[in-house]
Structure formats: structure tokens, C-alpha cells
């Protein structure tokens, strides 16, 4: 399922981690996992952020994704199914409604 993933870190702990290097070895082993279709890296609310578009292959991945932001980054986590222009095309031209 194409999943929305967004991370936004606390400040105090993602400082540490861009000083001792392990913010950027975080995120690229983020981006080698999940192999996303698009990912971003922004500020929101004063803090460092990311967002990934991937494809989620199972619900039970979702630790292995998320402990790593928690225990490493004091970061809050989300997980949002999400379409594409031709995901929600379909879906309207069903009506919306399930088939």
C-alpha cells in the first residue's frame, strides 16, 4: 500500500544526531529500506522533518521503520495510506464507492 511516512524530530535530540553523524546515517538507511518514490526534507514547527512516499508490503514492518526515529531521534511518527492523481481517478470512477 503506498504509504506516507513523516518523521519530525525533537530538537535537542536531532541536534546530537547531526553533530555525531548519526542523523544522516539514519536517513539513508531509511531511503535504502523502504526504497520510496519520493522523499522530502523540510522544518515543520520549528523541528527537522522528513516525509517519504513508499510502499508499505506489510503492517508488521512498521516497528522495524518507526523504533529506529523513536529511540534515535526523540522523533514523532506517522503512517498515512495515500493515493496517487491516477489512484484517486480510479477510485472516482468507481463512484466512490467500494467494489
Known amino acids: 500500500m503506498r504509504t506516507l511516512l513523516k518523521v519530525t524530530c525533537q530538537v535537542e535530540a536531532s541536534n546530537k544526531a547531526v553533530a555525531d553523524g548519526t542523523l544522516p ?3 539513508k538507511s531509511t531511503a535504502e529500506k523502504l526504497n520510496p518514490e519520493a522523499s522530502y ?3 515543520s514547527d520549528g523541528c527537522r ?4 512516499i513508499f510502499d508499505l508490503k506489510d503492517p508488521s514492518d512498521i516497528p522495524g521503520i518507526a523504533e529506529p526515529f523513536f529511540m534515535s531521534l526523540n ?3 506517522e503512517f498515512s495510506p495515500v493515493m496517487n492523481a491516477e ?3 480510479k ?3 468507481n463512484g466512490g464507492t467500494l467494489k
Open 75 to 77: 522523533a514523532k511518527v
Open 41 to 43: 526534507f523540510f522544518a
Open 25 to 27: 546515517k539514519l536517513m
Open 91 to 93: 477510485g472516482l470512477a
Open 49 to 52: 522533518s522528513a516525509m517519504f
Open 87 to 89: 489512484d484517486l481517478q
